[in-house]
């Protein structure tokens, strides 16, 4: 696993330097790490690891070629412990991942998932705000639009959540839209994803959920692997050509790229604005089984059984406002979704398991 150190791009000077960074060993926080540090951000993390490891930070610190600025292992909903880390530090801006978003243990758990989501958003508002801290990118999600037909959605589209951890999304933003309606000082950068997939490409970085994964990507990663025998197709009898369920699968190096310079963009002015971010492509299930295939040179076995609980047919983004406002727009495509996702799938076999910790970092 050879990296070279990242060629650093200096940031624009209006952009904040110290971003705090919640969720920052998770999918898209560890990836947005690296992103950030390339660009010359100060990274600060929180993190409770409790859908991720401290291992990840050696592999961060390695792709970027210097060190993530601090690491604080705690629940953002511990009010006291976050106020320690913004007494700390001076921090610019918050770019918040830390949430649970499974959408099945949702249905199961919606005291919880209302409790993190929405409690910790809370909290880590009360925070920033009592520190003089108003800049934030939140990590939003397309399922707020619930089962709102065929065709690209845009942020236009009426809001109707179909599980708990969509609705806390929806609650989240709803709070930040009023926050922002009522404190003028407050800049917040709503994005909305569709379905990130894909790793880094140098395989040091992907996406290695705990236990049995929730998510169809890692999951077909983890059949091609040999760590799970077969993927359950979650219904063929859906109204798209192929009747499985489509959806906008979006690399996660162009996820957190769009992270990157939405901190650029909190200069714009004060308020609250929303953007959808994903490819404005739809890929079926079995046209995903069929692209990590040929990434991975084999067939990955799988059986079609009975819908999901709470899975819509389609969401396919229209992603035109974003690419309007600031000039982004994704460059990866599905296939580099499914050879970076194999690549760290076969580099990493059980995952971060087994690899060196970050000096310092608990156990
Ligand atoms: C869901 C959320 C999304 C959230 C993401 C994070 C909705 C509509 N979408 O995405 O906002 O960001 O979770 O976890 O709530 N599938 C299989 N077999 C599997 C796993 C999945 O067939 O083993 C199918 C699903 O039925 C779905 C597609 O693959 O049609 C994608 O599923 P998944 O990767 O879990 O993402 P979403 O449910 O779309």
Redesign the pocket.
Known sequence: MNTRPAERVAKPTSAPSTVLVTGGAGFIGSHACVELLDHGYEVIVVDDHSNSTPQVFSRMERIAGRFVGAVYELDIRDRPALSAVFDRHSVDAVVHFAAH???GESTRMPIDYYDINVGGTTALLSAMHAHGVHQLVFSS???LYGDAGHGPLDEATPVAPT?P??NSKWLCEQILSDVCHRRPDFTVLCLR?F?PAGAHPSGLLGEDPCGTP????P?VAQVAIGRQER?????DDYPTPDGT?I?DYLHVMDTVEAHRVALDHLADGPGMRVFNLGAGKGSS?LEVIAAFSAACGRPIPYDVVGR?S???PE?VADARAVARAWDWHPTRDLAAMCRDAWHFQQLNPHGYAGSARRPGTKE
């Open positions: 978003k499974a959408v999600s397309c399922s599980n951890y969509a994803y379905n929730d998510n169809l990507m999951y993927l359950r197709v979650f219904g369920a959806r299930v999901r709470g899975d819509v969401l």
